[in-house]
């Protein structure tokens, strides 16, 4: 079991910048991978970056050129870095963790959110 908690939104004017942390507890040791996600009001939630333990990053469409993702070597924390805040980055971020089992079964995980809201 993985236990995640975010922190780290808040009220940004835009052109802003915002580190969002992510603290993991449990069983971190079988975290393979870690990423956000964010859901804008009223739409789905959408997939935003992710980071292997190879240290390999990924990021959706949107995210590229404006968010950075990183994670601590004992990964207990994975941070995005948001550069530049637009309007649109208005949303509930989630951390997400996958874990796998020794059969190599993936598992999700998921925190609580955080909001960023960011004004014009």
């Known amino acids: 079991q993985v236990q995640l908690v975010e922190s780290g939104g808040g009220l940004v004017q835009a052109g802003g910048s915002l580190r969002l942390s992510c603290v993991a507890s449990?069983?971190?040791?079988?975290?393979?991978?870690m990423g956000w996600y964010r859901q804008a009001p009223g739409k789905q939630r959408e997939w935003v970056a992710n980071?292997?333990?190879?240290?390999?990053?990924n990021y959706a469409d949107s995210a590229k050129g404006r968010f950075t993702i990183s994670m601590d070597s004992a990964r207990k924390k994975v941070y995005l870095q948001i550069y530049t805040l637009q309007p649109e980055d208005t949303a509930v971020y989630y951390c997400?963790?996958?874990?796998?089992?020794?059969?190599?079964?993936?598992?999700?995980?998921w925190g609580k959110g955080t909001l960023v809201t960011v004004t014009s």
């Open positions: 449990g069983s971190i040791f079988s975290i393979n991978a």
């Open positions: 997400n963790a996958e874990t796998l089992s020794a059969t190599l079964a993936p598992s999700d995980y």
């Open positions: 980071i292997t333990l190879t240290g390999r990053s």
